[in-house]
């Protein structure tokens, strides 16, 4: 079965950084598609960056400029490197993946238990 691990959150406060990872386990056949998707207070779940096979990565321009994604895909992992923290940043941070595995070849959506980020003075 495919696992999606998450680590890297913490308390922050507001300028600074932190470096979010997670990586994909399984019988991975191959991942397409990997990022971040974040989830507020009050809030419904939202794109913060992804990044597909050949393609430019996907930001949200709530966060462009001060975050930054990158992939390792011989280890299927993706990092978020956040910098230059707001208040407005604090959410629960979970990775996503779009992948087939060795027995489902159809691309299906995967999901981490999430990551959560705390932006404090």
């Known amino acids: 079965q495919v696992r999606i691990v998450e680590s890297g959150g913490g308390l922050v406060q507001p300028g600074g950084s932190l470096r979010l990872s997670c990586a994909a386990s399984?019988?991975?056949?191959?991942?397409?598609?990997m990022g971040w998707y974040r989830q507020g207070p009050g809030k419904e779940r939202e794109l913060v960056a992804t990044?597909?096979?050949?393609?430019?990565?996907n930001v949200a321009e709530s966060v462009e400029g001060r975050f930054t994604i990158s992939r390792d895909n011989a280890k299927n992992a993706v990092y978020l490197q956040m910098n230059n923290l707001k208040f407005e940043d604090m959410a629960v941070y979970y990775c996503?993946?779009?992948?087939?595995?060795?027995?489902?070849?159809?691309?299906?959506?995967?999901w981490g238990q999430g990551t959560l980020v705390t932006v404090s003075s």
């Open positions: 996503y993946a779009r992948l087939a595995t060795a027995f489902i070849r159809e691309p299906q959506d995967y």
């Open positions: 399984g019988s991975i056949y191959r991942i397409y598609t």
């Open positions: 990044q597909t096979l050949m393609s430019p990565a």
